[in-house]
């Protein structure tokens, strides 16, 4: 499945930075980031769940914000993309 995730972590202190770094790292081990705080990631059921577990330890739910949004396949076909795109193909093969 194809989701959508974004984040909005409050960097007010210290902690709040490392916060932020730890839930970027969580989703780029997912996905690919297509924002500053937004990730396209291709799972199966069992990596959403991890996913979405790893995030909420990440979080401090009275001072950050995660949304998940599952997207339509094909996306190519619901989906516009205007100005810079380092789009990755999940389906594509790995080149080196």
Known sequence: MLILVSYDVSTK?????????R????????GQRVQKSVFECSVDQA???DLVRRLR???KEDEDSIRFYRLVE???RY???????RDVDFEAPLIF
Do not use: H, I, S
């Open 57 to 59: 330890q990440c979080m």
């Open 47 to 49: 990596q959403y769940e």
């Open 79 to 85: 989906m516009k993309v205007y100005g810079v795109n």
């Open 23 to 30: 839930v970027a790292q969580v989703c780029k081990d997912f």
């Open 74 to 76: 094909p996306r190519d």
């Open 13 to 21: 202190t210290v902690a709040g930075e490392r916060r932020l770094r």
